[in-house]
C-alpha cells in the first residue's frame, strides 16, 4: 500500500516483498468490488485508488486489464477449493462460499457457465480449467443421493441457472435472487460469505 508519513514525519521502513504480496491481495479485492459496482470496464485507476496503492503498483503486479481481471477469477475459484479442503466442509457451506462469489462477480458467473462438456470453441481454456475446478471442489462433498448428483451434468447445469438468476444493482438484491434460485432447485445453501480459513 501507499506509504504514508508516520506521525513524527518519517517514513516507515520499507516492507519488501511482505508489502507486495499485501499489495497484491488488496488489489485483487479492490478489484473484485470495483467490478461488482460498474462491471468489468471499470478503469484500472479506480481499482489502484480503493486497494490504496499508486497505478505503478497495479502494472507492476497486472501487466493489463486482463491480468487483473484472472487474478480475481483465480482468488474466486482458489477460495472455493479452499472452502471444500476445511475439515469440517460439506455441500451446503461449499455452495454458500460458491454463491457469495456468484453475487460479488459477474465475471466469476461467466466462468461458471464455461462448459468443457459440449467442446465450445469460443471459452478460453483458462475458463474452461477454472470451472472443472470448481465442479471438482463441488463434487467433492456431494453426497450421492443428493438431488444435484443424479445426472453427471445436473450440478453445473444448477449452478449455471443460478448463475443466471443472480441480477440486479446491489448485492443484497443479488445474494436475494441467488438463494431463491437455489431454494426453487430445492437445494440447502449454507451461509453466503467468502471463505475465511
Known amino acids: 500500500m501507499t506509504q504514508q508519513s508516520l506521525p513524527d514525519g518519517r517514513r516507515p521502513a520499507n516492507e519488501g516483498p511482505r508489502a507486495a504480496a499485501r499489495n497484491r491481495a488488496a488489489l485483487i479485492a479492490a478489484a473484485r468490488e470495483i467490478y461488482a459496482e460498474s462491471g468489468l470496464e471499470a478503469p484500472l485507476s479506480a481499482i489502484a485508488r480503493r486497494a490504496g496503492v499508486g497505478q505503478g503498483v497495479l502494472y507492476r503486479h497486472f501487466p493489463d486489464r486482463a491480468a487483473v481481471a484472472l487474478a480475481v477469477l483465480e482468488e474466486n475459484v482458489r477460495q472455493i477449493e479452499q472452502a471444500a479442503a476445511a475439515p469440517d466442509a460439506d455441500i451446503a457451506q461449499v455452495l454458500g462460499v460458491l454463491t457469495w462469489h456468484q453475487t460479488e462477480s459477474a465475471a466469476f458467473i461467466s466462468v461458471l457457465h464455461a462448459d468443457g462438456a459440449g467442446g465450445h470453441h469460443g471459452t478460453p481454456a483458462f475458463a474452461l480449467a477454472l470451472s472443472q475446478r470448481v465442479e471438482r471442489a463441488l463434487r467433492r462433498h ?56
Open 142 to 197: 456431494l453426497p450421492d443421493d443428493h438431488r444435484l448428483a443424479a445426472e453427471p451434468d445436473d450440478l453445473m447445469i444448477a449452478v449455471g441457472m443460478v448463475s443466471g438468476a443472480v441480477t440486479g444493482p446491489t448485492r443484497e438484491q443479488r445474494e436475494r435472487r441467488a438463494l431463491a434460485a437455489w431454494r426453487l432447485l430445492g437445494v440447502e445453501v449454507g451461509p453466503v460469505r467468502p471463505f475465511e480459513g
